[in-house]
């Protein structure tokens, strides 16, 4: 199955748009989320370099955000580079694991592979990858089992019928 960060763009945006002001689009090197302003009267969610997963992530990104925080500048949120130390890395990840869950649940939606990321190639130590897709995992079966918020859920239904794709279930989650 080929996955094309345009078909993502259109799908997102015709769910979207009408009732949420927002739109998905490409970017350059940095993904960032942007509010209305005076120059443009949507939300902006921008993803990088046009890959596919980078849109998927963004998104999920917007999917965890409430109404206030949509109102902000990257969800106003702290964003810390790459050679994050190591207590740096823990707080990173306890806000990634909600979002790289989400992530995952669309991204089996579409048929596209996922793959968690800890997101620190240059720091000084080596994150523990295993234990971050654990948590994710777990996060996964927690949505699952209390039910997908409307905006995933939503996502998730587009995506599946645009792929193709059936009902999702907690068997699409098994950690081999």
């Known amino acids: 199955m080929t996955h094309h ?3 993502l763009m259109t799908i997102f945006n015709r769910t979207f748009f009408d009732d949420y002001n ?23 969610i921008v993803f990088a370099h046009g890959y596919y997963a980078s849109a998927l992530h963004e998104v999920s990104h917007w ?26 890395q823990e707080e990173f990840e306890k806000v990634e694991v909600r979002p790289q869950a989400y992530e ?19 720091g000084d130590f080596e994150p523990d990858r295993l234990s971050f897709f654990a948590k994710v995992h777990q996060e996964v079966m927690n949505i699952l089992d209390s039910g997908l918020p409307p905006r995933v859920q939503q996502l998730s239904t587009a995506l599946r019928q645009f792929y193709d794709i059936p009902e999702l279930r907690r068997e699409d989650f098994c950690v081999k």
């Open 5 to 7: 960060y345009q078909d």
């Open 22 to 44: 927002t739109k998905l689009e490409l970017g350059g090197d940095e993904p960032i989320y942007l509010p209305a302003d005076q120059q443009t009267p949507y939300h902006r």
């Open 63 to 88: 999917c965890v955000a409430g109404p206030q925080r949509r109102l902000l500048e990257d969800f106003g949120y702290w964003y810390e580079p790459d050679g994050r130390t190591q207590a740096k």
């Open 104 to 122: 995952w649940i669309l991204s089996a939606s579409a048929g596209f592979p996922f793959n968690v990321s800890c997101d620190n190639l240059h």
